[in-house]
């Protein structure tokens, strides 16, 4: 049998940290419902900590939620970590998810701490944690840009404490995908009881690279948990796309050979309502949920596509929630697409000759305007049987 790759979904509280995307505790109940449709293995609902509405909006989808394991993001401090644990309790799989900053400039700019508290803290953390609830995520924050030796020890240390999931986060998103899964291959070799903690990824997309990023940390580096958001939403650039992730997995099982347990049929309807509550458009050309991610507009493609849609297409438009791929008609179509247009909107023309006329004023008209809708078709068509 093959891996299972654990979908961590954080578009509630990462994709919220993007500016002006801030949700609403009902807002979040209607996206954590759709996560939970998605069959997404976790969600991240927010920060129980950082605001009484932001606890609420933990608390409710803790609730509410009874298939995905729902999580509270919590620095590294008692009384995060107890708000955490309140907010969840509802809920029928819990996860805190503590984090502290590791690389130098973070411990000693931002923390003003030294590695030595740092490493006390961390794990005084994930034992406090443990008490409180099975399942405890650790991140160091920063871990990319992180002095390898000391986070070494930082991790070693707290799955000592218990931690069950390890989370490597590029915070800043500096990674390039070959050197980011080598580190996460050599803090798994290196650590001697790395194999008692899944081990994550979690990719900031500053440089494009978060997708990419994630999947060299699956590959190269043997993680098993991707940190990711719908739309790729998040802090400055976003973070890792989920829609993108997870159809890279499902469509190059044969590179990954990993199961990946998210019911795709419903990626556009969440992409869809991420947009239209946070009011961030999805720019079109945007793999996967993109107005144009399956349309063909070619009409060499168009063509293709019209004999054998695996000429152009690598996964199917319907998979991921699309009605069907789309065929756009334009200066660029051919004959073909047309005559199969003709037919869906069942117009029959008699003759070859009557096609080939229609298809010409179709051309005509096609020079003028930069998409043919259904009606123009339909108006030529009538205009070409009145003029004859
Ligand atoms: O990017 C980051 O480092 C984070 C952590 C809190 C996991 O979001
Ligand atoms: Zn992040």
Redesign the pocket.
């Known amino acids: 049998m093959a891996d299972k790759l654990i979908i961590f979904d ?1 578009t509630l ?2 994709g919220e ?1 993007s500016p002006g995307a801030s949700m609403t505790r009902d807002e979040k109940l209607r996206i954590a419902r759709q996560l939970e449709r998605l069959k997404v293995d976790v969600i991240e609902a927010g920060f129980a900590a950082s605001s009484n509405g932001d606890f609420e909006a933990v608390k409710a989808v803790a609730d509410a939620i009874k298939d995905s394991t729902v999580c509270s ?1 919590a620095r590294a401090n008692d009384r995060d970590i107890s708000r955490a644990a309140e907010a969840l309790k509802g809920a029928n799989r819990a996860r805190i ?1 503590t ?1 502290i ?1 590791t690389s130098p400039v973070h411990m000693e700019m931002k923390l003003r701490m030294t590695p030595d508290q740092v490493f006390e803290q961390a794990k005084l953390a994930v034992r406090y944690a443990r008490n409180l609830v099975e399942d405890v995520e650790f ?1 160091p ?3 990319y840009r992180s002095d390898v030796d000391f986070l070494c020890r930082v991790i070693e240390a707290v799955i000592d404490e218990g931690a069950t999931t390890i ?1 490597v ?4 998103g500096y990674a390039v995908p070959e050197l980011y899964g080598n580190f996460i291959r050599t803090l798994r070799e290196r650590i001697p009881n790395s194999d008692k903690a899944i081990w994550s990824v ?1 990719c ?1 997309n500053d440089l494009g690279m978060a997708v990419a990023n994630s999947l060299a940390g699956v590959k190269i580096g043997g993680a098993r948990q991707v ?1 990711c958001t719908i739309n790729g939403l ?2 400055r650039a976003g ?1 890792c796309a989920l829609e993108e992730v997870v159809m890279a997995v499902k469509t190059r099982r044969d590179y990954f050979g990993l199961d990946v347990g998210v019911d795709t049929r419903h990626i556009v309807a969440a992409s869809r309502m991420v947009s239209q509550i946070t009011g961030f458009p999805v720019q079109p050309n945007k793999a996967v949920v993109g107005a144009n991610a399956f349309a063909h507009a070619s009409g060499i493609h168009q063509d293709g596509v019209l004999k054998a849609r695996d000429t152009y297409e690598i996964m199917r438009a319907e998979d991921v929630g699309w009605s069907a791929n789309k065929i756009v008609l334009g200066k660029l179509s051919g004959r073909n697409a047309f005559k199969q247009r003709l037919q869906e909107l069942g117009v029959a023309l008699e003759s070859e000759a009557e096609i080939n006329a229609a298809f010409a004023r179709f051309k005509e008209l096609a020079d003028r305007k930069s998409e043919i809708f259904d009606e123009d078709i339909l108006a030529l068509v009538s205009e070409e049987r009145h003029a004859q």
């Not at 986060?169 to 800043?172: E, I, S």
């Open positions: 954080t509280r990462d940290q993001l998810h984090f900053a991140s924050e920063d871990g989370n986060p590029d915070t800043v979690h900031h940190e998040g802090e973070n």
